[in-house]
């Protein structure tokens, strides 16, 4: 079965504190990409960062960094320096190389940040 | 256009009723899809396009639903009979290729509420 799991439904962060929102995934494929999409409260979906599974490297974005664990299939998403505007529904995703291409998607973090 | 561009942002419907929703894709991108979100914050896939032909459609009730990609027209996402289940909001995105490298970019959604 193709799921994504994220099983924090909500987080909070003081602001300019770092917090990492965790993201699980399986599939039988190896070939895929992993993207982290952001949900503002205005409901337009935000593209914050993407990996492509066969890189070992970690992907970063400024502030936005993940950590790519394959052999666990794990990408969890590391926010430093957490501003007011980073709180936001985060929704973690993947989609197969040699497939539909339709995304597969988690169910969501809802990310607080304290002022 | 430079975005996604859905119409309407809200539309009301009693429930039998027939709902219609349109999606411009970015111009250029060949490849459209169609996603539900419903209350809980899931992503649900329905269908894609490669360019007016439709590429995926598993994700799509056999009944009530229906979708085009015209040339020179809106992409459209139709639904006859509606039922207060079908109450969500809606997503358009369109990607440059097939490549699960290519990022989809999202429209800003059509809330649908079925009374």
């Known amino acids: 079965a193709q799921t994504v799991t994220q099983s924090q439904p909500e987080m909070s962060v003081q602001e300019a504190e770092t917090v990492t929102l965790s993201c699980t995934y399986d599939?039988?494929?190896?070939?895929?990409?992993l993207f982290w999409y952001k949900q503002p409260p205005s409901r337009q979906m935000i593209l914050v960062i993407r990996?492509?599974?066969?890189k070992q490297q970690n992907a970063t974005e400024n502030r936005f960094s993940v950590n790519f664990q394959k052999a666990a299939k794990s990408f969890s998403l590391k926010i430093s320096d957490s501003q007011l505007g980073d709180a936001a529904m985060y929704f973690c995703?993947?989609?197969?190389?040699?497939?539909?291409?339709?995304?597969?998607w988690g169910a969501g973090t809802k990310l607080i940040i304290k002022p | 256009g430079e975005e996604v561009a859905q119409t309407p942002k809200h539309l009301v419907r009693g429930e039998g009723q027939k709902a219609k929703l349109y999606c411009a894709p970015i111009?250029?991108?060949?490849?459209v899809f169609w996603y539900q979100q419903v209350l809980k914050n899931e992503f649900k896939f329905l269908i894609s396009?490669?360019?007016?032909?439709?590429?995926?459609e598993t994700g799509m009730p056999k009944e009530r639903f229906s979708a085009k990609c015209l040339p020179n027209s809106p992409c459209s996402l139709e639904i006859q009979a509606t039922k207060l289940e079908d109450s969500a909001v809606y997503f358009c995105?369109?990607?440059?290729?097939?490549?699960?490298?290519?990022?989809?970019?999202f429209g800003d959604g059509t809330r649908l509420s079925i009374l």
């Open positions: 995105a369109s990607s440059q290729s097939g490549q699960a490298n290519q990022p989809q970019h």
């Open positions: 111009k250029g991108h060949s490849y």
């Open positions: 396009f490669q360019n007016e032909n439709v590429f995926d």
């Open positions: 599939t039988s494929e190896s070939d895929y990409y």
């Open positions: 990996q492509e599974a066969y």
């Open positions: 995703a993947y989609r197969l190389v040699y497939s539909n291409y339709q995304l597969i």
